[in-house]
């Protein structure tokens, strides 16, 4: 079995639509992974449907009961990320300070210190009208802890592709160069990068690839919007030479894109005539190289 990863050094490069495309067209060897779990959107596509929904927990928060707090102020006095306050007589955590490092459950005279498992979002594995397998996850608002949460969205993936016999995993990952990238990266066999034409687009593409190669996984790059800035597309597709990053193809600015993800579709239900040869080129070349 096979992983594929789609990302981005930034946000609004047409990522999940080409992600999209890519299921649609390969929907029956494949599963799909939705990583970018701070925004996941490919179910706005894929319409997930029979999900099976599990809390996901990460990381713990300390709790005082204050029924065994004696009010030593210890904790109070201790914590190095002032997470604790004075309240009504004895003391309590402030939940968004707190960072579960459980120094304050360690110290406490009274027991009175217990630290709870936070539950910070959910993952689905969903069926989806393609008929490929969808896993997908939400983050609670300010909740942290992605990297972890990508990390079990692939696994589960893994697992499922490995039950119904798939030979790829296709996932979707976050923009950027953080944590929830690094971890669609764990594991990976095969990058596609996808950038725009401009001069901030060129540079995220620098530095997303630069984290590409230090897992030595082989990339290749789509390059949307190709003909908006022909000069940049001219100097990405010299880096993409010199950085041994294979060119998968340009795609120039198209209505379709919007068009597609206002309607729920992917760009080859949107317009098939244009969309299928192109991508029908790319997964081909995508399968030779992997
Ligand atoms: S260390 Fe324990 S007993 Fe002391 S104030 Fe904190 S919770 Fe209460
Ligand atoms: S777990 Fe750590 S951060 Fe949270 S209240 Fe206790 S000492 Fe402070």
Redesign the pocket.
Known sequence: MKEIVIISGKGGTGKSSICAAIAYLAKAELVVADCDVDAADLHLILHPENSKVQDFYSGV??EIDPGKCSACGL?YQ????D??EPFEGTYR?IDL?????????YICPEDA?S?IDQNVGKFLISDTRYGCSLVHAHLKIGADNSGKLVAKVKSEAKAIAKVQDKPYILADGSPGIGCPVIASLAGADYVILVTESSKSGLSDLKRVQELVAKFQIPSACIVNKADINPSVTNDIHKYLNKSKVQHLGDIPYADDFHKAIAMGRSLIEENEARWLPIFTEYWQTIKENI
């Open positions: 928060l300390a904790c201790k914590c190095r990320f997470a604790i955590v300070e707190c960072e579960g490092c459980g120094y304050c459950y210190i630290l």
